[in-house]
C-alpha cells in the first residue's frame, strides 16, 4: 500500500473515531442538552462591534452580559441549520429580543443556525432563550467596574458560581479570544436546569492576564 493512501485510511479512521464536531442539516428536536452562552459586550465591541457601527455599542447602550444564544448539543459536537425545523420567526419576535442581544439581527442568525435546531416554535424557542438568560444571576461586580482590568479567567468563573450557588464548576465554562475575557457558557437540561457540560464544551480559558473592559 502507498504511503498516500496508508495516510488518507489513517485520516478517514481518526475522522471516524472523533465523531462529528460541527455538522449541518441534522433534524430538528434532536439535541442532548443546551449552552446557554453569555458574551462580555464591551468584548464583542472592541474586537467587532465598533468597527461595524454596531447600536449595542453606542456609549448610551450599557449593554453588559448579552445573550449570545440558548444553543442545542450533542454529548459530543452540536446541530446547526436544521431541518424539517418549525416556522420562522416574525421580525417582531425577533426585534424583541433585542433588550438582551443587543439586536434583533443578532437573534434571528441565532434562530437560523441554532434556534431551527431545538425542535421548538420560535416563540417557545426564544421564550426559553430568554428564560434561561434571566435566571442566571450575573455578578454585580463584574458590572460596577470602572476601568479596564486583567485577571486571570478563572476570576470570572467564581464570581458566577458565588452568585449562582446551584452551580457547580463542571456546569460553566470561561472562553477567551485575543487574550480578552469573551463569554460564559452554561450547561443547562432540556428543561432548563443546570447541567454538566460534554468534554467538547467543558474546557475553559486557562489565561492568568486576561483584559476585562468594564462597560463604558
Known sequence: MRKDQMRALLLTALIALAGPALSEGERAGDLDYYVLSLSWSPTWCA????????????????????????????????????????????????AAMADIMGDGGAAWYQWKKHGRCSGLASEDYFGAARTAFEALEKPRVLRDLDKSVRLPASVIEDAFIQSNPAIERDMLTVTCKAKRIQEVRLCLTRDLAPRRCGADVIRDCSLRDALFDPID
Open 47 to 94: 474586537l467587532t462591534g465598533t468597527a461595524r457601527g454596531a447600536e449595542q455599542c453606542d456609549e448610551e447602550a450599557d449593554f453588559g452580559w448579552v445573550l449570545h444564544g440558548l444553543w442545542p448539543q450533542f454529548e459530543r459536537g452540536w446541530p446547526s441549520y436544521c431541518t424539517n425545523a418549525p416556522s420562522d420567526p416574525s421580525r417582531r419576535q425577533t
